[in-house]
């Protein structure tokens, strides 16, 4: 089976500007979990979309959102960008929600604001 | 705030040796589970180990789990440079949440 994929895999932005990742679950899993890693704060949870409805939400500010489609693809977006949104951004899918089972992680997109 | 809390934060170990690393977290979970990431990668998964369950096994790791203490422990055994890599607990309760991870080096 294909792998969990990203895009892009890096991106350069500036303060102000909205940015839109991408993930594409491998196939037959319905959830996906975006992460946000930074060296100071490590890995801190986004968000979980099963089945098309979010099903958690980590703290982060409204700027953050995300959505999943039919086909269990996801993307998350995050307007007005600050330069302490610069990180790694993660996505995980797995075969159920809520941590049941492993989760199998994409490359990452490394997203810098300038 | 972060679940899991791994120690030590940082391992350096010769080529053969043992490393074991420790997590601990506050509340009560469904599994814990153990994830490697190479410098600035994706994670991979490791094991999983219920909280029924109190040791796994996978090649050269072991895990152990003590809930009423709440803490696991990840032994990998006859490590290797290859096994140079941070390493996560997350544990699952409504949803995965990591720890800051224990970034191991192993000397050839």
Redesign the interface.
């Known amino acids: 089976k294909a792998g969990v994929t990203q895009t892009p895999r890096y991106l350069i932005k500036t303060r102000g500007q909205q940015v839109t990742l991408s993930c594409s679950p491998i196939s037959g899993h319905r959830s996906v979990s975006w992460y946000q890693q930074t060296p100071g704060q490590g890995l801190q949870f986004l968000f979980e979309y099963f089945s098309e409805t979010q099903r958690n939400k980590g703290n982060f500010p409204g700027r953050f959102s995300g959505r999943q489609f039919s086909n269990s693809r996801s993307e998350m977006n995050v307007s007005t960008l600050e330069l302490g949104d610069s990180a790694l951004y993660l996505c995980a899918s797995s075969l159920a929600a809520g941590g049941v089972y492993e989760q199998y992680f994409g490359p990452g997109t490394r997203l810098t604001v300038t | 705030s972060?679940q899991g809390e791994e120690d030590p934060q940082a391992l350096s170990i010769q080529e053969g040796e043992n490393a074991t690393m420790n997590c601990s977290y506050k509340t009560s979970i469904?599994?814990l589970?153990w994830?490697r990431q190479n410098s600035?990668?994706?994670?991979?998964?490791l094991i999983?180990i219920r909280s029924n369950e109190r040791e796994k096994h996978s090649g050269r790791l072991r895990v152990t789990l003590d809930t009423s203490k709440k803490s696991s422990s990840l032994l990998i055994t006859a490590s290797r440079a290859a096994d140079t890599a941070s390493y996560?607990c997350?544990?699952?309760?409504?949803?995965?949440?990591?720890?800051?991870?224990t970034k191991l080096t192993v000397n050839p």
Do not use: E, I, P, S
């Open positions: 972060q469904n599994n589970q994830y600035g990668r994706g994670l991979v998964h999983l996560f997350a544990t699952a309760r409504a949803k995965l949440v990591f720890g800051k991870g």
